[in-house]
C-alpha cells in the first residue's frame, strides 16, 4: 500500500464558541504541516475529510488533540497514490452537517451505536428496519442489502421523508447508516426527539465497516461513494474503480466512459441531454484549461466539482 498520501475523516459533536479563532489557528496548523482538504466548524462541532504526509497528518492530530474537546476524535485512515484535494479550506457553517434544523443536536440525544463487527447480526434480525441516510447518487453505487433507500437528493431532504413514513416505522427497531457515521449522529437525533425509541445507528459509519469487516464476511453491495478525488472506495478502504462527471457530478463505471454520450469533462450518459450547448461548450473550456496545465505539470484549481457530505 502507497502511504505517501494519507487521508483521514473525522468528526465531533461538541459545542464551540470561539469559532473565528479555532478557524485561524487550524487553517495555519494546517498550512503549515503542507496539509489539504476541508474542515467545517459550526456551533455544534467539527467535521473534517483532509490529506498529507503521515507523518505531517499525525502531527496535525496531536496538535488538535491537544484541546480538550477534541480529545476522544477517532479518525478514520486511508491511503491514495494521487492528491484528492486542491487547497486547504477551515470553513464556518450553521452546522456541520445539514439538515436544515439548527434545533436538532446530537449533543443533546442520539441513537444507540451498533459496531461494525456486531452490524451484521443486527440488520440480519427481520424485525430491524435498515435505512440508508445518504443521497440517491450515493445509494446508486453501493449499500446494504435489503436497505431502504429514501430517494433523497440532499440531506435536508430527509426529515420529510421521515415525517411521511414515521407511521410505518412506530414500534419498530429502526438501524441507520450513512458514509463515516456523520448524518446519522443527526438523522438519529432527529427520530429519537420525534419520540421514537429503538434507533440505532453504525459507529463509524460504512468506511469503518468497510475497513473493519473481512470481504467474505460482508454485506455491502457495491462500492461505497467518497467526497473527495477518490469518488469510490471499496473494502480495505482502497480506491473503488468509479469515475465523476465533471459537468453533473455523478459517479460513473468505467464502462460509461466507452459510450457516445460520454465527452471528458463536458457531458455523460446522466447529463448530455440536459446541458445546454453554453454549458457544454463552457465545461469543454474549462477541461482544455485542465489538460493544458497537466502538460505543463502544473496542477489546475478550479470550480469545485464534488458532492458535498454535508449536503
Known amino acids: 500500500m502507497n502511504k505517501d498520501i494519507c487521508i483521514i475523516a473525522f468528526y465531533k459533536f461538541i459545542k464551540i464558541s470561539n469559532l473565528l479563532q479555532l478557524q485561524a489557528k487550524t487553517h495555519k496548523l494546517a498550512e503549515n504541516l503542507k496539509i489539504k482538504g476541508t474542515i467545517l466548524l459550526a456551533p ?6 483532509i490529506e498529507g504526509k503521515t507523518k505531517n497528518i499525525n502531527s496535525f492530530l496531536k496538535s488538535l488533540k491537544k484541546d480538550i474537546r477534541f480529545k476522544n476524535l477517532e479518525p478514520k485512515f486511508s491511503y491514495t497514490k494521487k492528491d484528492s484535494f486542491h487547497r486547504m479550506k477551515v470553513r464556518i457553517k450553521k452546522e456541520i452537517v445539514t439538515i436544515g434544523d ?11 451505536y451498533i459496531d461494525p463487527l456486531d452490524w451484521n447480526k443486527f440488520i440480519s434480525d427481520p424485525d430491524t428496519i435498515l435505512i440508508d441516510t445518504r443521497n440517491n447518487y450515493e445509494v ?11 430517494n433523497t437528493k440532499s440531506f435536508r431532504e430527509f426529515p420529510k421523508w421521515f415525517e411521511i413514513n414515521k407511521d410505518k416505522l412506530k414500534n419498530k427497531k429502526i438501524a441507520m447508516f450513512c458514509t463515516g457515521g456523520i448524518r446519522c449522529e443527526k ?7 420525534n419520540g421514537f425509541k429503538d434507533v440505532y445507528h453504525l459507529k463509524g459509519g460504512i468506511l469503518k465497516y468497510l475497513e473493519d469487516v473481512p470481504k467474505d464476511k460482508s454485506l455491502w453491495n457495491g462500492e461505497c461513494f467518497v467526497f473527495d478525488q477518490r469518488v469510490s472506495i471499496i473494502h480495505n478502504l482502497k480506491p473503488g474503480n468509479y469515475i465523476m462527471c465533471h459537468a453533473c457530478r ?25 446541458k445546454s450547448d453554453k454549458h457544454k461548450k463552457r465545461y469543454a473550456d474549462r477541461q482544455k484549461q485542465v489538460d ?16 458535498d457530505e454535508n449536503e
Do not use: Q
Open 44 to 49: 455544534e462541532g467539527i467535521n473534517g475529510t
Open 102 to 112: 439548527t434545533k436538532i443536536n446530537p449533543n443533546n440525544h442520539i441513537g444507540k
Open 140 to 150: 446508486s453505487i453501493g449499500t446494504f442489502k435489503n436497505a431502504i433507500n429514501p
Open 187 to 193: 438523522s438519529t437525533s432527529y427520530a429519537v426527539k
Open 250 to 274: 455523478m459517479p460513473l463505471k468505467p464502462e460509461d466512459k466507452l459510450l457516445k454520450t460520454y465527452i471528458h469533462g463536458v457531458a455523460c450518459k446522466f447529463c448530455h441531454d440536459k
Open 292 to 307: 493544458l496545465a497537466i502538460l505543463r505539470g502544473e496542477k489546475h484549481i478550479g470550480k469545485k466539482v464534488i458532492h
